[in-house]
T-cell receptor, first 114, second 117 residues
């Protein structure tokens, strides 16, 4: 299995630009999670989907952030407009379902907003 | 509500000596507990999990953890540290709202393990 795939691995953009992060979960996994990791705040859950439906988006910092999961094999996290404080590593993870506890993480996207 | 507390933010050991990373949990329900490892510039990898079966759980790379309900602890150990064990380690508990598992994980703040030659 290829594992969770994220793209791009690195993104550098200027403040105000739109950023789109992509994730392909492990085939057969029904739950998908977006996390953000910073030195100051550690690992934060932004949003998670179950069967392509957003279940909990309480971790999304503000309206500039949005996430979609149009099908079982693809999800996007969009930031528009981006700000320097959005600089972080963004991880996508997937699991078989709500009652299967372990999550499998992708390699992450390192975002730098200048 | 569930929570985990990693008692040490940084642990330093010499290569070949034992490793102990401490974790206490809080949960009103029978918890599911995990340890994840994150090597520099990498994603998180599952080391081991406890889901109410055997209290001593063996994971990858020689790590193991023991669930102790009386102490609400889930400490991670390894008999002999290797240089490649240097990484960030996260103790994690699954969220349970009484009606069942929500699917979310609650992460500790992490412990940085340094291994000296």
């Amino acid at each position: 299995d290829a594992g969770v795939i994220q793209s791009p691995r690195h993104e550098v953009t200027e403040m105000g630009q739109e950023v789109t992060l992509r994730c392909k979960p492990i085939s057969g996994h029904n739950s998908l999670f977006w996390y953000r990791q910073t030195m100051m705040r550690g690992l934060e859950l932004l949003i998670y989907f179950n069967n392509n439906v957003p279940i909990d988006d309480s971790g999304m910092p503000e309206d500039r952030f949005s996430a979609k999961m149009p099908n079982a094999s693809f999800s996007t996290l969009k930031i528009q407009p981006s700000e320097p404080r959005d600089s972080a590593v963004y991880f996508c993870a997937s699991s078989r379902g709500r009652n299967t506890y372990e999550q499998y993480f992708g390699p992450g996207t390192r975002l730098t907003v200048t | 509500a569930q929570s985990v507390t990693q008692l040490d933010s940084h642990v330093s050991v010499s290569e070949g000596t034992p490793v102990l990373l401490r974790c206490n949990y809080s949960s009103s329900y029978s918890p599911s507990l995990f340890w994840y490892v994150q090597h520099p510039n990498k994603g998180l990898q599952l080391l081991l999990k406890y889901t109410s079966a055997a209290t001593l759980v063996k994971g990858i790379n020689g790590f193991e953890a023991e669930f102790k309900k009386s102490e609400t602890s889930f400490h991670l150990t390894k008999p002999s540290a290797h240089m490649s064990d240097a990484a960030e380690y996260f103790c994690v508990v699954s969220e349970n709202e009484g009606s069942g598992n929500t699917g979310k994980l609650i992460f500790g703040q992490g412990t940085t393990l340094q291994v000296k030659p």
